[in-house]
């Protein structure tokens, strides 16, 4: 196959060049082509002979490419260059989905707050609302519980259970609420009856920084009172948390 090619390389580009310029003929008689007497001895003048055209052969070599190679090695990576400038801030994504519980956190961080007050005098209504004072303490921790204004101050916001006991006054009816700041929670109540007795009511709430939870003693409508002595603790007042609101523990 190569060969064919060669050979229609040469055929194809065969040259035809023009023999060089015949030097000029010498000087010569008006009689020089007359042939020589037949005997003389002279020799007949040299004739010129037709030149044949020369022949020159051209290879285009660009014809004669090969298969292509096989890949080579590839090089050693340059040097990185320059950092660019940063680019401009992309849109916000989707929400994504909520991730597992991560695992409990340091028992050191974590917050407590509990309270448990007594009192050990009867009290009696008056013409206007009585907050109830506690002037016996069980536990208080980090004094969250204030003695002297008798009212729970919530220093950790999150979910707290409270739970109030009191003791009933023979003939005289027992009215009471838990409150939180100026607002009505929950009712302790009792009708008057010959027989004295123990009653409890307990709730949760949610409270926030700085909120107060306490009891009050309803205002004279009807003879209202509860009892205790000196000697037993018959009222009592209790409260501690059960979860700090997310990001505070």
Not at 10 to 31: E, K, L
Not at 149 to 163: D, M, S
Request: glycine share 8%; aromatic share 10%; net charge negative.
């Amino acid at each position: 196959m190569l060969g064919f090619l060669l050979l229609l390389s040469f055929s194809s580009f065969v040259a035809m060049v023009p023999p060089p310029s015949a030097p000029p003929d010498p000087c010569r008689n008006c009689c020089d082509h007359l042939e020589p007497a037949e005997g003389s001895g002279d020799q007949p003048p040299m004739r010129e002979f037709s030149h044949v055209p020369e022949i020159r052969t051209y290879i285009n070599m660009t014809i004669l490419k090969g298969d292509k190679g096989d890949r080579g090695i590839r090089g050693t990576p340059g040097k990185a260059g320059q950092e660019g400038p940063p680019g401009s801030r992309g849109p916000m994504g989707s929400k994504g989905s909520k991730g597992q519980a991560g695992p409990p956190g340091d028992p050191c961080k974590i917050q407590y707050s509990a309270f448990s007050v007594g009192r050990r005098k009867s009290l009696h209504s008056l013409d206007a609302y009585q907050t109830l004072v506690f002037d016996t303490v069980f536990v208080n921790l980090d004094d969250h519980f204030n003695m002297f204004e008798g009212k729970f101050i919530c220093h950790i916001p999150g979910t707290y259970f409270f739970n109030v006991n009191i003791h009933t006054w023979n003939f005289k009816e027992t009215y009471l609420h838990i409150m939180q700041n100026d607002t009505e929670r929950a009712i302790i109540y009792a009708q008057p009856s010959d027989r004295s007795i123990m009653q409890s009511q307990s709730l949760m709430l949610e409270l926030e920084l700085n909120d107060e939870v306490w009891v009050r003693l309803y205002k004279r409508v009807r003879e209202t009172a509860i009892y205790s002595d000196d000697v037993d603790v018959y009222i009592t007042f209790n409260g501690y948390i059960i979860k700090p609101s997310v990001g505070d523990n």
